[in-house]
Every structure is written in C-alpha cells, then in structure tokens.
C-alpha cells in the first residue's frame, strides 16, 4: 500500500503538498499517478510520473500543479489553488509499469483531503 501525507485547508491563490510513499524501501522506477474526487463526482486523473520522471498533467492542472520525486517519495506541488480543487486526492502506483504509464493502477493511497476555500 501506499501512505500519502500532507493536504488539509488552504485559502484560494494559496499552495500545498501532498506526498506519498510506500511503506517500506522500494526503488522508485515506476509509474506512480495522482487523482482526485471531487464531491458527488467520479475520480478523476490529475498528474502522472513515469519511472524515468516524465510527467503529464490534466488541462485543469498544468501550470498549477508540479509532480516530483524526491527520496523515495512522490510528490504533488499545488500552487493558485482554487475552491475547485477541493477534493481527496489520492496517489496510485504500478510497480510493474516504468515508461508507459497505465490508466488504471491497481496500488493505491488512502486519499488525502484538500480543501480550498474562498
């Protein structure tokens, strides 16, 4: 499993970092993906780094949200939050996939609560 941190409230314009890990040594060379559901929506896709650190984001995010490894940990930047960004996110990992990243990932994180507010 993985063990995600960070998130809680934050004001618009404002920033936060999620970052997420496994619980025990693992070499990072995988693909590892970040999602969110907002309220009374589906899970959507958010940012993806790829096990040699290519990244992709969703339109809604580019520009705004940086994902990063760093000691092991995966980590989401979030900058300019908006009250639309309010949603769990969760991180999501597949061990077996290093430089052509799924859409669905069977490992995941418990979920972390953003909460912007105006």
């Known amino acids: 499993p993985l063990v995600q941190s960070g998130g809680g409230p934050v004001q618009t314009g404002g920033s936060l970092t999620l970052s997420c890990g496994t619980s025990g040594y693992r070499p990072t060379d995988y693909c590892m993906a970040w999602f969110r559901q907002l309220e009374g929506k589906d899970r959507e896709w958010v940012a993806t780094?790829?096990?040699?650190?290519r990244t992709s984001y969703a339109d809604v995010v580019r520009g705004r949200f940086t994902v990063s490894r760093d000691k092991g940990l995966t980590i989401l930047q979030m900058s300019n939050l908006q009250p639309e960004d309010t949603a769990v996110y969760y991180c999501?990992?597949?061990?077996?996939?290093?430089?052509?990243?799924?859409?669905?990932?069977?490992?995941w994180g418990q979920g972390t609560q953003v909460t912007v507010s105006s």
């Open positions: 780094i790829s096990g040699i650190g």
């Open positions: 999501a990992a597949d061990y077996h996939r290093q430089q052509i990243c799924p859409k669905e990932y069977p490992v």
